[in-house]
């Protein structure tokens, strides 16, 4: 990926268009700069069709209305407006836990987190925690359909020797395999350097997401002789706060973790409490619009864009700097700022572009969708918990009624239909419309127990079948 200076970047992304927000009934509207979208239909004409490659990208604690196109009346993202413009702009769609690895968990696995060991890490911080390589994932899965498999960036579901992509269904494997890393000095969560290409470290002092992004590039411009998949983690915007050119602030953050004398000490140096900003973090947010604009055009020079299916999404809610109105909550816990994220899916070949789609999803769909539409089948001996998408995308089907269920140590909640129930942290339970009060403020729990009571035993039954919480 070449430089981009900071002046240049801003005349690259100063043009962007906002799209107007139509999301749940209630929500605020963006700038009515941008075409109108318009409701979700699927082309339904049959058409034959090859299998898809599978570009899916996850940005890094990205807020739902972070981009321009959900709202952020000071973030432009012009790339990612276009990928919206081009497919389908999902408003009530959510990831599958409220924190990092948890969600990869979901989405790599197609069901609920507590369902393996590891994925009741909340996230994932220390060597024993991981994703069990004898375990189905999406990888290995379309692996055995004949697909070629890999996976650029944030791992997060386990360290080396035990855990790594590679040894679950991954072909090909550069970045990192914790939570967090210094974007310079490639200084991780644990306090030692974590960049590897397969399982062998790499050294490249560039800033993070430039290194990832020259390296998708890369990827999806060979000349690929099966379809593929490539799983392109960012680390942006995740903290430490710092953009390309901020090495004197990185090699700060770097000399504190070389002098920690414990694992807090490192986690705080990280966590980077006393840095950052409003403009900061827009600026960390703009560079990865970027970032996927150079994947995107190389995508379309390969001639490779047609027949590739492409998903954006976020792995969590935003926290700190993000911008989520009118969203409660954030990062961590189960309130739609945690747990709603920005996600769109363009398929050239197979669906519309200029379309918004307000059906709840969840990231285990998604991974029932990507192997439905690759032709693969999951293990059934691990049933997913995901519903595909694919009929309504491709056929015009309407999707069952079912729940959306999420269960973290702190909280529970559970969606059906336009009603959310919602334990919070001291156990006191909620419910709310999210169709009239997108910001769960109006709490009507008092006034409809029987529904709650419904809602609440539906989520008690699922949670019966998950592994119990360690003491």
């Known amino acids: 990926m070449p430089h981009i200076s900071?002046?240049?970047?801003?005349?690259?992304?100063?043009?962007?268009?906002?799209?107007?927000?139509?999301?749940?009934?209630?929500?605020?509207?963006?700038?009515?700069?941008?075409?109108?979208?318009?409701?979700?239909?699927?082309?339904?004409?049959?058409?034959?069709?090859?299998?898809?490659?599978?570009?899916?990208?996850?940005?890094?604690?990205?807020g739902w209305a972070d981009l321009s196109s959900y709202g952020a009346p000071h973030i432009r993202t012009p790339n990612l407006d276009r990928l919206a413009r081009q497919g389908v702009r999902f408003t009530d769609a959510y990831s599958g836990s409220a924190t990092c690895s948890p969600t990869r968990f979901s989405l790599y696995t197609g069901r609920y987190p507590g369902?393996?060991?590891?994925?009741?890490?909340?996230?994932?911080a220390n060597r024993t925690q991981?994703?069990?390589?004898?375990?189905?994932?999406?990888?290995?899965?379309?692996?055995?359909?004949?697909?070629?498999?890999?996976?650029?960036?944030?791992?997060?579901?386990?360290?080396?020797?035990?855990?790594?992509?590679?040894?679950?269904?991954?072909?090909?494997?550069?970045?990192?395999?914790?939570?967090?890393?210094?974007?310079?000095?490639?200084?991780?969560?644990?306090?030692?350097?974590?960049?590897?290409e397969g399982d062998a470290e790499y050294k490249d002092l560039r800033y993070y997401t430039e290194v990832l992004t020259e390296r998708a590039v890369e990827y999806v411009s060979r000349d690929h002789d099966a379809p593929w998949l490539l799983n392109l983690n960012f680390t942006t915007p995740h903290w430490p706060w710092l953009a390309e050119g901020d090495e004197e602030t990185g090699a700060e953050i770097a000399a504190k973790i070389r002098a920690a004398k414990s694992q807090a000490e490192v986690s705080n140096a990280l966590n980077h409490y006393d840095g950052g900003s409003v403009a900061k973090y827009t600026e960390m947010v703009q560079s990865l619009d970027a970032a996927v604009g150079e994947v995107l055009a190389a995508l379309r020079r390969s001639g490779q864009e047609e027949h590739t299916l492409v998903y954006f999404a976020s792995d969590n809610g935003g926290e700190r700097w993000s911008y989520l109105w009118p969203l409660s909550g954030e990062k961590f816990v189960l309130q739609e700022g945690g747990i709603r994220v920005p996600t769109i899916v363009r398929w050239p070949h197979r669906i519309d572009g200029g379309q918004v789609s307000?059906?709840?999803?969840?990231?285990?769909?998604?991974?029932?969708?990507?192997?439905?539409?690759?032709?693969?089948?999951?293990?059934?001996?691990?049933?997913?918990?995901?519903?595909?998408?694919?009929?309504?995308?491709?056929?015009?089907?309407?999707?069952?009624?079912?729940?959306?269920?999420?269960?973290?140590?702190?909280?529970?909640?559970?969606?059906?239909g336009s009603w959310k129930y919602y334990q919070d942290s001291d156990?006191?339970?909620?419910?709310?419309?999210?169709?009239?009060?997108?910001?769960?403020?109006?709490?009507?729990?008092?006034?409809?127990?029987?529904?709650?009571?419904?809602?609440?035993?539906?989520?008690?039954?699922?949670?019966?079948g998950l592994l119990p919480y360690p003491s």
């Not at 369902?115 to 994932?124: D, H, S, W, Y």
């Not at 998604?366 to 059934?380: H, I, K």
């Not at 595909?388 to 309407?398: K, P, Q, V």
């Not at 339970?429 to 169709?435: A, E, F, K, P, R």
């Open 6 to 62: 900071r002046r240049a970047f801003g005349g690259l992304v100063g043009g962007g268009a906002v799209t107007a927000v139509a999301g749940t009934a209630g929500a605020a509207s963006a700038a009515e700069a941008a075409p109108a979208e318009r409701p979700f239909q699927a082309r339904t004409a049959s058409v034959a069709t090859k299998r898809p490659n599978l570009l899916v990208i996850l940005g890094d604690d990205l």
């Open 115 to 124: 369902r393996t060991k590891g994925g009741l890490a909340e996230p994932i």
């Open 130 to 196: 991981g994703l069990d390589p004898h375990h189905p994932t999406l990888a290995s899965l379309l692996k055995k359909a004949g697909y070629a498999t890999a996976l650029i960036g944030k791992w997060h579901c386990g360290w080396l020797p035990d855990y790594s992509p590679t040894k679950s269904g991954w072909d090909e494997f550069f970045g990192n395999h914790g939570g967090v890393l210094e974007y310079f000095s490639k200084l991780g969560q644990l306090g030692d350097y974590d960049l590897y």
């Open 358 to 416: 307000h059906e709840p999803n969840f990231s285990p769909d998604w991974t029932a969708t990507f192997l439905e539409v690759a032709g693969a089948r999951p293990d059934p001996a691990y049933p997913l918990d995901g519903t595909s998408l694919a009929g309504y995308l491709l056929r015009g089907d309407e999707l069952p009624e079912r729940d959306l269920f999420w269960r973290v140590r702190a909280n529970r909640a559970l969606r059906r």
């Open 427 to 464: 156990g006191e339970d909620h419910l709310y419309d999210l169709g009239a009060d997108l910001r769960e403020q109006a709490d009507l729990a008092p006034d409809k127990p029987e529904l709650l009571a419904q809602l609440k035993a539906a989520w008690e039954k699922t949670a019966s």
